[in-house]
């Protein structure tokens, strides 16, 4: 295993109101950006906030912060029943040595908190 982190982010921080959208394009992934656009007013916040939580413990996950990384360079992708993963570039990928990773990636958000937790193993062996 190379790391753990987990993160809580306040979801009224993340209101696209309140934040700006430069703010927002500065933090957030293009597709992420696409995405909120598209929910409803009420569930944008919480969408910006459990993905914001997703950045903070995936970085903190590796031990590096955000050297090496910009958030918007962490895009928080759901498939189709739901279940999140953590998404990078494969020059993103190279440079923080990523290639053959395994990133797990848990979210949750209850009432005022948006809550991630991320663990990355070192990519060998079947899974």
Known sequence: MRGIGVDAVAIERMDIQRMGMHVVTRLFHPDEVAEVLTLTFTR??????????????FVKALGTGFRGIAPKDICV?????????????????????????RIHLSLTHEKTLAIAFVVVEDGYGPF
């Open 77 to 101: 992708a759901v498939d189709a029943m739901g279940r999140p993963s953590i998404v990078l570039d494969p020059a993103i990928q190279a440079s923080m040595n990523l290639q053959s990773a």
């Open 44 to 57: 944008r916040a919480e969408f910006l906030a459990s993905r914001f939580a997703a950045k903070e413990a």
